[in-house]
C-alpha cells in the first residue's frame, strides 16, 4: 500500500513563487515509480501539471513549461514541484499521484494511469 501526503500548498500573489511536496511510503522502491502532479479547478476537469518517471525524464502541460519544476529526491521519497510566475489560473487543489514504472519514462499525464493518490493540498493566486 503506498501512501502519498501533499504539502506546501498556500495563498500568494500573482507572479510570485511556491513549492510543493510529496512524501511517500511505499512497498517498493520510491525510485521504481513514476510520480506527478495533477490539478483540479472548481468546477473543472483534474488536469496533469507535470510528471517525472522512473528514468528521470520529465513532462509538462503546456500551461506550466518553462514555469514548474518537477523534481524527485528518491534518497528521501519525496517529490517535488517548484511554482515559478504563478497565475491566478494556478489557483486549484494540487494532487500528487504515482504508479508503478520500473526505471521507464513516465508514459503520459492522463490519471487513469496512476493507481495511488494524495489528499490534496490548495493553491491560490490573487491578481
Known amino acids: 500500500q503506498v501512501q502519498l501526503q501533499e504539502s506546501g500548498g498556500a495563498s500568494v500573489q500573482a507572479g510570485g513563487s511556491l513549492g510543493l511536496s510529496c512524501a511517500a511510503s511505499?512497498?517498493?522502491?520510491?525510485?521504481?515509480?513514476?510520480l506527478a502532479w495533477f490539478r483540479q479547478a472548481a468546477g473543472k476537469e483534474r488536469e496533469g501539471v507535470a510528471g517525472?518517471?522512473?528514468?528521470?525524464?520529465?513532462k509538462y502541460a503546456d500551461s506550466v513549461k518553462g514555469r514548474f519544476t518537477i523534481s524527485r529526491d528518491d534518497d528521501k521519497s519525496i517529490m517535488y514541484l517548484q511554482m515559478n510566475d504563478l497565475k491566478p489560473e494556478d489557483t486549484a487543489m494540487y494532487y500528487c499521484?504515482?504508479?508503478?514504472?520500473?526505471?521507464?519514462?513516465?508514459?503520459?499525464?492522463?490519471?487513469?494511469?496512476?493507481?495511488?493518490w494524495g489528499q490534496g493540498t490548495q493553491v491560490t493566486v490573487s491578481s
Open positions: 499521484a504515482t504508479y508503478f514504472c520500473g526505471r521507464d519514462a513516465i508514459s503520459s499525464l492522463n490519471s487513469s494511469a496512476f493507481t495511488y
Open positions: 517525472i518517471g522512473g528514468d528521470g525524464s520529465t
Open positions: 511505499v512497498y517498493t522502491k520510491f525510485g521504481w515509480n513514476c
